[in-house]
């Protein structure tokens, strides 16, 4: 299995446009997991999905963040318009429920925000 | 709510040297799991090993281990035969039932030739 995979590996965008943080997880897995880490605030989980629905996005920062899950094999991030502290990792890690304790992460997309 | 805390921000080693890293956690819960994730430079977040809350037994993978303390709440993780390349932050986390994982704030581990 190729494992998690993450799109694009870097992005480098100006404030004010629109980000679009892509991820594929591990086939036959039913949870996928949006994290973001930063120096200052460590690892944050942002949004978690269970067999394509949300089940909890309280970590979301405020509502120019916005995460789907289409189907199973896909799941974007969206930050509009993007702001200088969007600037960080986002990592998406994916699980299976009938081994719960375990996330597989991705690569991470670096995100910069001039 | 869980808290997991790394008490140490940095630790350095020499190469074949033994070295700890400390994790204390709070939660209410007596079912759970606790991580030790592991992220070299390249990022990448990787799983060293796991401990079932439930298992008396300390869990080792290779040259790592952990030393459980359910009563104190303290996870610490030992490397053995360190190498150049187990330089990178480390990571506890723990995760109850089937809530999400709560990190801490991690060790930056430096490996000396």
């Known amino acids: 299995d190729a494992g998690v995979i993450q799109s694009p590996r870097h992005e480098v965008t100006e404030m004010g446009q629109e980000v679009t943080l892509r991820c594929k997880p591990i086939?036959?897995?039913?949870?996928l997991f949006w994290y973001r880490q930063t120096m200052m605030r460590g690892l944050e989980l942002l949004i978690y999905?269970?067999?394509?629905?949300?089940?909890?996005d309280s970590g979301m920062p405020e509502d120019r963040f916005s995460a789907k899950m289409p189907n199973a094999s896909f799941s974007t991030l969206k930050i509009q318009p993007s702001e200088p502290r969007d600037s960080a990792v986002y990592f998406c890690?994916?699980?299976?429920?009938?081994?719960?304790?375990?996330?597989?992460f991705g690569p991470g997309t670096r995100l910069t925000v001039t | 709510a869980q808290t997991v805390t790394q008490s140490q921000p940095e630790m350095s080693v020499q190469e074949a040297e033994t070295v700890t890293l400390s994790c204390t956690y709070d939660t209410s819960e007596s079912n759970y799991y606790l991580f030790w994730y592991k992220q070299p430079p390249s990022r990448q977040m990787i799983l060293v090993i796991r401990q079932e809350a439930y298992k008396q037994q300390n869990a080792t993978e290779n040259r790592f281990s952990v030393n459980f303390q359910k009563a104190a709440k303290s996870f610490s993780l030992k490397i053995s035969d360190s190498q150049l390349g187990d330089t990178a932050m480390y990571f506890c986390?723990?995760?109850?039932?089937?809530?999400?994982?709560?990190f801490g704030k991690g060790t930056m581990l430096l490996v000396s030739p």
């Open positions: 890690a994916s699980s299976f429920e009938a081994v719960p304790y375990e996330q597989y």
């Open positions: 086939s036959g897995h039913d949870y």
């Open positions: 999905f269970n067999n394509n629905v949300p089940i909890d």
């Open positions: 986390a723990f995760r109850s039932g089937y809530s999400t994982l709560t």
